[in-house]
Each structure stands twice: as structure tokens, then as C-alpha cells.
T-cell receptor, first 112, second 113 residues
Framework: GQNIDQPTEMTATEGAIVQINCTYQ??????LFWYQQHAGEAPTFLSY????GLEEKGRFSSFLSRSKGYSYLLLKELQMKDSASYLC?????????????FGAGTRLAVHP | DVKVTQSSRYLVKRTGEKVFLECVQD?????MFWYRQDPGLGLRLIYF???????EKGDIPEGYSVSREKKERFSLILESASTNQTSMYLC????????????FGDGTRLSIL
């Protein structure tokens, strides 16, 4: 089966750096996704990691360690607009089909 | 850009009604999905479809059915709405491969009175 854990809530200050962790247990591994979801809006794709290491994309970076079943999303130079929920998700391939298993999400509040 | 369009942003229905939620995508994606999202529970998969006329149950299919008559359209049906189906419903689509992200519609906030 699949199990994904993320902290429920985090707070941070504008301009700071924040790291959002995600641990997962899967019966097979096909990569890991991060999504951002602002309140009342649809989730939007941020990153996909399938190999170990850090992938940087502007102010956002995502890290993966397959041996530890661990990923994190790093947000630098935080802005107020980064206040959102961040969802970690892993694909599950079962019966010939792909579907995503989502964590419950981490709600990030950025304060001035 | 991928566009996933859900027919309504807000919907209010009564207990026992049959409710239809429509979703259309414009990128010729093979896969389409219906989720519901509730506070503290995250996104839970109701049904998904990997091809026209094909459907698979997700994690919480009870009380729901789906229809995919055309590749671009995936409908969610609440056969007899109940108050515990009050939720945010999100539709998504993706290419078949597991390394391709899902693209979401804006969601339908459904209230069952």
C-alpha cells in the first residue's frame, strides 16, 4: 500500500526560507510530485523528482532520497503569495493504470 | 497550456437529487480523474478513466458513477445525493505515462441540503 506523511501546518516570515518535508511508503516507486494549491483554487504542478538529489526551479527546489523514502520542497525568498497548501503525491501503478496518491497537504502561512 | 474546465464553480442541490458534474479537457489526454477534497483528508480519488468508455473505481466510489463517452469529457454522477457528499470536487487529466503531471480544473463546490 501507499502512505504519505506531511506536516499539517507551517508558518514562516516573508523573505525567509522554508522546507516542507514529505515521507512516503510505497510498494513501487515511480517518482514524486509536488503541487501548490491556493485556498479555493485548483492544485497546480510544481515539480517532479524521480532521481535522487536536488532539482532547482527558480525560488523553489525539490529534493528526493529514494533510499529514505523522503522528499522536501524548499521555498526561498518567501513572498506573501506563497501562502498556500503544498501537496506531495506519488504515482501508483496498479492493474495497468496510473493514479496519484496524495498526502493531506501542508498549509503554509507567510507573515510580514 | 492545458485547460480543464468544470461546468460549475458552485452548486446547491437537495438530498435525493441526481447530480451531474461535467469536466472537459482540451489536450487530448488519455487519463481523467475525479477527486473530492475535504478539510484534513486531502484529495481522495473517486473514479478515473484511462480511455473512452473505460472507467476504474478509485478509493471512495460508493454513491458515485461516471461516464466517458468522448475522450475530452468525463462526467461524475451522484445517483441520489446525500448530505455527506457535500464537498469540493476536482477533475483532473493527464497523459498516460506516470511521470506526467495531472492538470486540475478549478473545482466545483457542491452543497447538498
Amino acid at each position: 500500500g501507499q502512505n504519505i506523511d506531511q506536516p499539517t501546518e507551517m508558518t514562516a516570515t516573508e523573505g525567509a526560507i522554508v522546507q516542507i518535508n514529505c515521507t512516503y511508503q510505497t510498494s513501487g516507486f515511480n517518482g514524486l510530485f509536488w503541487y501548490q494549491q491556493h485556498a479555493g483554487e485548483a492544485p497546480t504542478f510544481l515539480s517532479y523528482n524521480v532521481l535522487d538529489g536536488l532539482e532547482e526551479k527558480g525560488r523553489f527546489s525539490s529534493f528526493l532520497s529514494r533510499s529514505k523514502g523522503y522528499s522536501y520542497l524548499l521555498l526561498k525568498e518567501l513572498q506573501m503569495k506563497d501562502s498556500a497548501s503544498y501537496l506531495c503525491a506519488v504515482p501508483q501503478f496498479s492493474g495497468g493504470y496510473n493514479k496519484l496518491i496524495f498526502g493531506a497537504g501542508t498549509r503554509l502561512a507567510v507573515h510580514p | 497550456d492545458v485547460k480543464v474546465t468544470q461546468s460549475s464553480r458552485y452548486l446547491v442541490k437537495r438530498t435525493g437529487e441526481k447530480v451531474f458534474l461535467e469536466c472537459v479537457q482540451d489536450m487530448d489526454h488519455e487519463n481523467m480523474f475525479w477527486y473530492r477534497q475535504d478539510p484534513g483528508l486531502g484529495l481522495r480519488l473517486i473514479y478515473f478513466s484511462y480511455d473512452v468508455k473505460m472507467k476504474e473505481k478509485g478509493d471512495i466510489p460508493e454513491g458515485y458513477s461516471v461516464s466517458r463517452e468522448k475522450k475530452e469529457r468525463f462526467s461524475l454522477i451522484l445517483e441520489s445525493a446525500s448530505t455527506n457528499q457535500t464537498s469540493m470536487y476536482l477533475c483532473a487529466s493527464s497523459q498516460f505515462e506516470s511521470n506526467q503531471p495531472q492538470h486540475f480544473g478549478d473545482g466545483t463546490r457542491l452543497s447538498i441540503l
